[in-house]
């Protein structure tokens, strides 16, 4: 993925993943706009229903109305961009000029982020194209490139896949994110709608940030002025280090005079069966009060004195 927006995705998706997850499974299979649905759209079924509900809370996707999300209705290339940036978590206020002279003031800020990192490119050199329709093939470019699915490649069974968005096709088909419109078919030049391309940015992300993995704290101790060790409540992932581990934190210092310091961890160090995270930090010496481990769903404290 660009940059570190990788850890940024699964730190904002694993804070509301147990609570989307567990409405979304209680939501009613068979009512696209039941009570318990995740948004307020009566035009979405159960086919889109878990991927737009769950953007939705996130507040990366609106509706076209406040009653209909136009499931079936094609993905403009500018809605498509501010719906990609804003899960990047790209800096859409202070991107570079593309140099497009077509955007108007809602798209102009996605759309220069997505281009200055390379996800994005022009219909030609002046021209973005915000009000025309997004193709499926021009989909699997940004979503291909967006999230490194590089290594996916695989021939598909699709006839109608060739030219410059091929290998986007084939790193979608290959990471099992999309099968195509049809087994021989994949729609290269259809327009998306926007149904389908909720379903098929949900999916991506599902498939590259290790969606049911989070790091919950279940013990903090202070166990000097400098060293803080926090209990997970299972081993970490292997594929995470001691520092993107202790990323899905936040530490923060309440003094005896309810005065909020935040922490900023120096260091991190996992221990071998990798259920301790130790981190060192500034110095403690003569304060009291209570460290906070906030792993964004629950909120672990600690005493400490160090009062001489």
Do not use: C
Request: aromatic share 12%.
């Amino acid at each position: 993925m660009i940059g570190d927006t990788a850890l940024n995705i699964k730190k904002l998706f694993y804070t509301t993943a147990a609570i989307v997850l567990a409405t979304v499974t209680l939501a009613s299979p068979t009512s696209a706009a039941s009570e318990t649905s995740l948004h307020p759209f009566t035009d979405v079924g159960e086919r889109y229903d878990e991927a737009v509900g769950f953007f939705y809370i996130l507040e990366l996707i609106n509706g076209k109305s406040p009653t209909k999300f136009g499931t079936g209705e094609s993905l403009t290339r500018g809605d498509a961009a501010v719906i990609l940036a804003n899960t990047l978590f790209l800096d859409t206020d202070n991107a570079k000029d593309a140099g497009f002279k077509d955007l108007n003031t809602r798209v102009r800020g996605a759309v220069n982020a997505l281009a200055e990192v390379g996800i994005v490119s022009g219909v030609t050199k002046d021209e973005f194209q915000p009000a025309a329709p997004l193709s499926r093939g021009a989909m699997a470019k940004f979503l291909t490139t967006a999230f490194e699915l590089d290594e996916f490649q695989q021939t598909t069974p699709f006839s109608d896949v060739g030219g410059v968005f091929k290998p986007y096709i084939e790193a979608l088909y290959g990471a099992e994110i999309t099968s195509g419109k049809t087994p021989t078919t994949y729609g290269t030049y259809a327009n998306i709608t926007r149904g389908e391309y909720a379903n098929l940015l949900y999916k991506t992300i599902e498939t590259t940030t290790d969606w049911f993995y989070y790091p919950e704290a279940t013990n903090v101790k202070v166990v000097s002025p400098t060293s803080t060790v926090i209990t997970l409540s299972e081993p970490a992932f292997e594929g995470y280090s001691a520092t993107e581990i202790a990323e899905f934190f936040d530490f923060i210092v309440i003094l005896e005079d309810k005065t909020e310091i935040p922490v900023k961890p120096s260091s991190y160090k996992l221990s071998a069966d990798r259920t301790l995270l130790t981190i060192e930090h500034q110095s403690l010496t003569g304060k009291s009060g209570q460290f906070l481990v906030d792993d964004y769903i629950t909120i672990i404290k600690s005493a400490f004195n160090f009062k001489q």
